[in-house]
């Protein structure tokens, strides 16, 4: 079965930078984008970007564009997702995605990755 | 646009039907039929329950459907029953991205 499982939580400071990883297994890793998604407690979901482990093509949400960086590595089936500068408004559950390129649809999800930015 | 327009919060009892909207532009949810809707219980992943405006993965009890006219999606869940209970988003791809609506909280 599909499966994408993500790393733990992270505790950083103010400025920092965290890096995020989803092992994905159950499926062809390269037919699929990885999307990653956030939530800010007792907030809605926001898109942050996506890539492709095949080509590499990458795409980011303006908000976050400069301060982060997604990547793949295919001998591993992980994807990645490095986050720089960190503001308490970075704060936030962390998913990743399984993106159909098909239907721009996220069809599986990791089970989130909390993030804490804390002086 | 930061995110698609949808209410707040949404109310049946068991057995009737709600139905939840998600207004964008023609940008978006318009421009595209790529809109698929989520739902979220507390503490858990979203999961994928229409996409495509209204095609359902499969498990997805055909409770569940959408439409879209114009710039407005729709989610209707029918025959509403307790475990329908949570938070629905809707999103649309909008030509070099996605963008998610701000979210309903369905009580039941």
């Known amino acids: 079965q599909v499966l994408l499982v993500q790393s733990g939580t992270e505790v950083k400071k103010p400025g920092a930078s965290v890096k995020v990883s989803c092992k994905a297994s159950g499926y062809t890793f390269s037919n699929y984008d990885i999307s990653w998604v956030r939530q800010a407690p007792g907030q809605g979901l926001e898109w942050i970007g996506c890539i492709s482990p095949y080509n590499g093509y990458r795409i980011y949400a303006q908000r976050v564009q400069g301060r982060v960086t997604l990547t793949t590595d295919t001998s591993t089936t992980t994807g990645y997702m490095e986050l720089r500068s960190l503001n308490s408004d970075d704060a936030a559950v962390y998913y990743c995605?399984?993106?159909?390129?098909?239907?721009?649809?996220?069809?599986?999800w990791g089970q989130g990755t909390l993030v804490t930015v804390s002086s | 646009q930061s995110a698609l327009t949808q209410p707040p919060s949404a109310s049946g009892s068991p057995g009737q039907s709600v139905t939840i909207s998600c207004t964008g532009t023609?940008?978006?949810?318009?421009?595209?039929?790529?809109v698929s809707w989520y739902q979220q219980h507390p503490g858990k992943a979203p999961k994928l329950m229409i996409y495509e405006v209204n095609k359902r993965p499969s498990g997805v009890p055909d409770r569940f459907s959408g439409s879209k006219s114009g710039n407005t999606a729709s989610l209707t869940v029918s025959g509403l029953q307790t475990e329908d209970e949570a938070d629905y988003y809707c999103?649309?791809?909008?030509?070099?991205?996605?963008?998610f609506g701000t979210g309903t909280k369905v009580t039941v």
């Open positions: 999103s649309s791809y909008t030509g070099s991205s996605n963008i």
């Open positions: 995605a399984r993106g159909d390129p098909g239907s721009s649809s996220f069809d599986y």
């Open positions: 023609s940008s978006d949810v318009g421009g595209y039929n790529y």
